[in-house]
Antibody, heavy 121, light 110 residues
Framework: QVQLQESGPGLVKPSETLSLICTVS????????WSWIRQSPAKGLEWIGW???????SYHPSLKSRVSISIDTSKNQFSLILNSVTTADTAVYYC???????????????WGKGITVTVSS | QSVLTQSPSASGTPGQRVTISCSGS????????VYWYQQFPGTAPKVLIY???QRPSGVSDRISGSKSGTSASLAISGLRSEDEADYYC???????????FGGGTKLTVL
């Protein structure tokens, strides 16, 4: 049974860097696409980006200048870095497995439970 | 303001058939697959429909999806109290080069 678990600080100061790790268990990360999605009352669901096990990435245009997703196949983990955060980045952050149908994100069959990240001084 | 437009709310009585719509444009729904998700408070979304109208194994056959032009719909027949949840549509947008979501529809079972 595939399980994903987000980990990282729940509180980040404005202008600092948000860093999260997703640990995948029950399945090798060397297949499928691995995504980060966030959800806030203000913006709803928002796709952040994804990474293929080869390291190929794609990011949402509105976040592209501040975001980086990386993968560590030896640890079966992938990570999210979001720089220069503001209060608008306060959200529940989910990591997820995406099938990448026709090479595009959208079909997510496994989600982590989500981690609440608050940006506040 | 979401790129995909959904009515904020929908409702029905047990046993009824309810349809939730999702409106987009030629750069998103009109040229890419649509996916539908169900979400209960405090939990992660769950996929109900992929590739416009396909149901993953384990999803009830009371659930169906369709698409026509730049709009998509999710239908739930034989409505039950456990269907009360938030429903989201999503797809790729060619102009944006990113995934877009609808604002979600809160379904109430009366």
């Amino acid at each position: 049974q595939v399980q994903l678990q987000e980990s990282g600080p729940g509180l980040v100061k404005p202008s600092e860097t948000l860093s999260l790790i997703c640990t995948v268990s029950g399945y090798s990360i060397t297949n499928y696409y691995w995504s980060w999605i966030r959800q806030s009352p203000a913006k709803g669901l928002e796709w952040i980006g994804w990474i293929y096990y080869s390291g190929r990435t794609s990011y949402h245009p509105s976040l592209k200048s501040r975001v980086s997703i990386s993968i560590d196949t030896s640890k079966n983990q992938f990570s999210l870095i979001l720089n220069s955060v503001t209060t608008a980045d306060t959200a529940v952050y989910y990591c997820a497995r995406d099938w990448g149908v026709t090479g595009r994100p959208g079909y997510i069959d496994v989600w982590g439970k989500g981690i609440t990240v608050t940006v506040s001084s | 303001q979401s790129v995909l437009t959904q009515s904020p709310s929908a409702s029905g009585t047990p046993g009824q058939r309810v349809t939730i719509s999702c409106s987009g444009s030629s750069s998103n729904i009109g040229s890419n697959y649509v996916y539908w998700y169900q979400q209960f408070p405090g939990t992660a979304p769950k996929v109900l429909i992929y590739k416009d109208s396909q149901r993953p194994s384990g999803v009830s056959d009371r659930i169906s999806g369709s698409k026509s032009g730049t709009s998509a719909s999710l239908a739930i027949s034989g409505l039950r109290s456990e269907d009360e949840a938030d429903y989201y549509c999503t797809t790729w947008d060619d102009s944006l080069s990113g995934v877009v979501f609808g604002g979600g529809t809160k379904l109430t079972v009366l």
